[in-house]
């Protein structure tokens, strides 16, 4: 067998290809988005809040709940999506408790997990905003979404509503 000298266009050809190779197995790593909530994600929840919205996840510890945070800056304010999932040994006793902050004004949901309700989470320093309340099996959750924006053109109340039912259909379903 006789061997030939490899030409240093073959070479850096060949070399070249390898780095293409390389960087297109190793980019949809790269591109995955850091966070890693499990019901929503940064594209839907940024779709719901009107703007490029970025997520952070607060793990579950003991007694505490998984919450998921998306924010949306904006120059006169901030848009808030918040998704809190705990397991707990007695749901509906759970789900009674967190019920009490909604108040009397409270609008029972169908078709979002089980006995879930939507209420106002209206608050001075978080402005306005709504809030769900729910259950799926022995997992309870509270999506709320606010608005610290005065007059706020994209979440007016009734697109909240709207937008809120929509974050809670995606997470009630993904808890399925």
Known sequence: MVSRPV??????????LALIAVCLIGAPAA????????WI??????????????GEVTPAVPGQPIVCTFTQMT??????????????????ARLAVIEQGCGPDATPL??????ALICAADDRKAGMGERIVGRVRDQVFTITMTSTLKN????????????????AEQVSGNLF
């Open 7 to 16: 030409s240093r266009k073959s070479a850096s050809r060949s070399l070249g």
């Open 31 to 38: 591109a995955r988005a850091a966070n890693n909530c499990a």
């Open 41 to 54: 994600n940064e594209a839907t929840s940024s779709g719901l809040l009107g703007g490029d919205a970025v």
């Open 75 to 92: 120059d006169g304010g901030k848009r808030i999506l918040r998704i809190s999932v705990e397991i707990a040994g007695d749901p509906h």
């Open 110 to 115: 169908r078709a979002i997990g089980n006995e």
């Open 152 to 167: 706020d053109p994209i979440l007016t109340r009734d697109i909240l509503k709207t937008r809120i039912y929509t974050a």
